[in-house]
């Protein structure tokens, strides 16, 4: 019950105005029903005694007071339009809410937890349902509420009633009915048609909390910007999901009218006919309505204690997920990253993977000093990757520190270190962006158009950059229209600008050259030349 109360709290923060306004139609709707049974009971009594009820000091006729029931039936059938839009707003802003938490969650977790299947669990488990369940758990919660409501009013009312049997909804629901095939339809052409924007928030979700893209995401401080993407979007699709919503409701409202005066003339027949003693609709009225509303109000307590249940599993899962604790943090007395950096030291390095049974280092030292290129070669899984990992506090070391102008690393500014070493992984990212943002994401604060064409050109990535469609505006990678591919040594390249574009005092290249063909190659080395000029710390980790 803990959990669920917690959760509960949660999707009141996500959006308070329509968390309380839910609870505010859940008890207006559960009330008005009974209220307009609580008036038939007199319009019954006046039919049958041929006495005016009096009612709150008023003396009330027959067609006063039908339309007095009427004009409640009205009133119900419009909150109910409302509550009906109020839902599909909360929807979607606890879907976005949910998808943020998560989203920073993810972000905000170390690399050792992508290397433990039990983290990939965890995360598993919380996303699959996300985006619905924590909704499902606030309908549960007011159907209790509301059943509680109608209940207990029907206890009262059935002491003094009888049950009647209702034909008048069955026709008076066919044109809502109608509505929402028509919304339905509507709501599943507009996702058909934008499939392409979701698929998009789909691979921005997969940026923010993918394993695959985490270590440049952090890298580069890329979060803040896809993360402003998705944003973006989905504040676009939710505006065209509400408008749909909005204009729904205005036919729910004519369908509200018009079943109103449905009622309002069968009512009327009804009354009339008990007035010729051809039946008698009094009493038999009252009951039924009491019982169906008594019957319908136990399903829903029942189907709501269960419902709860059912998605108390899934918030234990959210909350578990939300609970895990980054292990790498700035430290309290952190200090600024240098802007020039005379050496980088790995003194003693010893290090294993999480839930790994054998160091990947062991005891390693090794200096590079600023000017050099200083070189790492050694068999695939000799850990020189690792290194790089390390060196950007991906991951923190088990045993030795790994120094920057003699200063240990977990002492810097987290944010200020990343940015001061510029690296190209060897298992690169490929952003599905225009080419000239694939290169500025080395710097993402920091845009300069010039230096895109200079760092472009030092990678050698402008020359098949220009040729491309839409010049450096073009977007690269075939998931979206008008990708253009290429190649894996091309993709290498604009890995290499972006690194370049940060103009970091600390490189490091994890096998720049893998997928380049020897032109290439030859221009890489020209390059590291020119850098190793700038007085810069370069290691090059290369496989024997």
Same mark, same amino acid.
């Given at each position: 019950?803990?959990?669920?109360?917690?959760?509960?709290?949660?999707?009141?923060?996500?959006?308070?105005?329509?968390?309380?306004?839910?609870?505010?139609?859940?008890?207006?709707?559960?009330?008005?029903?009974?209220?307009?049974?609580?008036?038939?009971?007199?319009?019954?009594?006046?039919?049958?005694?041929?006495?005016?009820?009096?009612?709150?000091?008023?003396?009330?006729?027959?067609?006063?007071?039908?339309?007095?029931?009427?004009?409640?039936?009205?009133?119900?059938?419009?909150?109910?339009?409302?509550?009906?839009?109020?839902?599909?707003?909360?929807?979607?802003?606890?879907?976005?809410?949910?998808?943020?938490?998560?989203?920073?969650?993810?972000?905000?977790?170390?690399?050792?937890?992508?290397?433990?299947?039990?983290?990939?669990?965890?995360?598993?488990?919380?996303?699959?349902?996300?985006?619905?369940?924590?909704?499902?758990?606030?309908?549960?919660?007011?159907?209790?509420?509301?059943?509680?409501?109608?209940?207990?009013?029907?206890?009262?009312?059935?002491?003094?009633?009888?049950?009647?049997?209702?034909?008048?909804?069955?026709?008076?629901?066919?044109?809502?009915?109608?509505?929402?095939?028509?919304?339905?339809?509507?709501?599943?052409?507009?996702?058909?048609?934008?499939?392409?924007?979701?698929?998009?928030?789909?691979?921005?979700?997969?940026? @923010?909390?993918?394993?695959?893209?985490?270590?440049?995401?952090?890298?580069?401080?890329?979060?803040?910007?896809?993360?402003?993407?998705?944003?973006?979007?989905?504040?676009?699709?939710?505006?065209?999901?509400?408008?749909?919503?909005?204009?729904?409701?205005?036919?729910?409202?004519?369908?509200?009218?018009?079943?109103?005066?449905?009622?309002?003339?069968?009512?009327?027949?009804?009354?009339?006919?008990?007035?010729?003693?051809?039946?008698?609709?009094?009493?038999?009225?009252? @009951?039924?309505?009491?019982?169906?509303?008594?019957?319908?109000?136990?399903?829903?307590?029942?189907?709501?204690?269960?419902?709860?249940?059912?998605?108390?599993?899934?918030?234990?899962?959210?909350?578990?997920?939300?609970?895990?604790?980054?292990?790498?943090?700035?430290?309290?007395?952190?200090?600024?990253?240098?802007?020039?950096?005379?050496?980088?030291?790995?003194?003693?390095?010893?290090?294993?993977?999480?839930?790994?049974?054998?160091?990947?280092?062991?005891?390693?030292?090794?200096?590079?000093?600023?000017?050099?290129?200083?070189?790492?070669?050694?068999?695939?899984?000799?850990?020189?990757?690792?290194?790089?990992?390390?060196?950007?506090?991906?991951?923190?070391?088990?045993?030795?520190?790994?120094?920057?102008?003699?200063?240990?690393?977990?002492?810097?500014?987290?944010?200020?270190?990343?940015?001061?070493?510029?690296?190209?992984?060897?298992?690169?990212?490929?952003?599905?962006?225009?080419?000239?943002?694939?290169?500025?994401?080395?710097?993402?604060?920091?845009?300069?158009?010039?230096?895109?064409?200079?760092?472009?050109?030092?990678?050698?990535?402008?020359?098949?950059?220009?040729?491309?469609?839409?010049?450096?505006?073009?977007?690269?990678?075939?998931?979206?229209?008008?990708?253009?591919?290429?190649?894996?040594?091309?993709?290498?390249?604009?890995?290499?600008?972006?690194?370049?574009?940060?103009?970091?005092?600390?490189?490091?290249?994890?096998?720049?050259?893998?997928?380049?063909?020897?032109?290439?190659?030859?221009?890489?080395?020209?390059?590291?030349?020119?850098?190793?000029?700038?007085?810069?710390?370069?290691?090059?980790?290369?496989?024997?």
């Amino acid at each position: 019950m803990k959990q669920l109360l917690k959760a509960l709290d949660m999707i009141r923060r996500c959006h308070p105005s329509s968390f309380y306004w839910r609870i505010f139609y859940v008890v207006v709707l559960n009330v008005l029903p009974l209220l307009s049974l609580y008036i038939l009971k007199y319009m019954v009594d006046a039919v049958t005694t041929g006495v005016m009820p009096e009612l709150w000091g008023i003396r009330w006729s027959t067609v006063s007071l039908l339309g007095l029931f009427c004009l409640l039936f009205l009133l119900n059938r419009l909150v109910g339009v409302c509550n009906g839009v109020n839902n599909d707003v909360m929807s979607q802003r606890l879907q976005d809410y949910i998808s943020d938490i998560m989203q920073r969650q993810s972000a905000a977790l170390d690399m050792a937890y992508f290397d433990n299947p039990e983290y990939h669990d965890t995360y598993h488990r919380a996303q699959q349902e996300a985006s619905y369940r924590p909704l499902r758990v606030l309908s549960e919660f007011m159907a209790l509420f509301g059943s509680i409501i109608t209940i207990a009013f029907v206890v009262v009312m059935l002491c003094s009633a009888s049950p009647w049997i209702i034909v008048v909804m069955v026709v008076a629901v066919i044109p809502s009915f109608v509505v929402r095939v028509i919304k339905a339809r509507q709501i599943y052409a507009f996702r058909r048609n934008n499939t392409q924007n979701y698929r998009r928030t789909t691979y921005y979700t997969a940026l @923010l909390g993918g394993r695959d893209y985490a270590k440049e995401m952090r890298t580069f401080g890329l979060t803040p910007y896809f993360r402003d993407r998705f944003v973006r979007i989905r504040k676009v699709l939710v505006n065209n999901l509400l408008r749909i919503s909005r204009r729904i409701g205005v036919y729910d409202s004519i369908c509200a009218v018009a079943e109103t005066l449905a009622m309002f003339f069968v009512v009327f027949f009804l009354l009339a006919s008990t007035t010729s003693g051809a039946i008698t609709v009094g009493s038999f009225v009252m @009951l039924f309505e009491a019982f169906r509303r008594g019957q319908t109000g136990l399903n829903n307590l029942v189907g709501g204690v269960t419902g709860l249940y059912d998605n108390r599993l899934f918030v234990g899962n959210l909350f578990e997920f939300l609970d895990l604790k980054p292990a790498i943090v700035n430290a309290e007395d952190a200090i600024p990253f240098p802007t020039r950096v005379e050496s980088v030291e790995f003194r003693d390095i010893t290090f294993r993977y999480p839930k790994m049974e054998r160091d990947v280092l062991s005891h390693f030292s090794l200096t590079a000093r600023a000017g050099e290129v200083t070189q790492i070669e050694g068999e695939n899984g000799f850990g020189k990757t690792t290194l790089l990992k390390l060196l950007l506090r991906l991951y923190d070391t088990d045993q030795g520190a790994v120094l920057i102008n003699g200063v240990d690393v977990r002492r810097y500014d987290l944010k200020g270190l990343r940015h001061g070493i510029g690296a190209i992984f060897q298992d690169y990212v490929r952003f599905y962006c225009t080419a000239e943002e694939n290169i500025m994401f080395g710097d993402i604060g920091h845009y300069d158009r010039e230096r895109v064409r200079k760092v472009a050109h030092l990678s050698g990535a402008d020359k098949f950059i220009e040729k491309l469609p839409k010049g450096y505006d073009t977007m690269l990678g075939r998931m979206f229209d008008g990708g253009e591919e290429l190649s894996m040594g091309q993709w290498q390249r604009i890995a290499l600008a972006r690194q370049l574009y940060g103009d970091a005092p600390v490189l490091v290249f994890d096998e720049p050259t893998a997928w380049m063909d020897v032109p290439s190659r030859d221009r890489f080395y020209e390059t590291l030349d020119a850098l190793q000029k700038q007085n810069k710390v370069i290691i090059l980790i290369k496989h024997v």
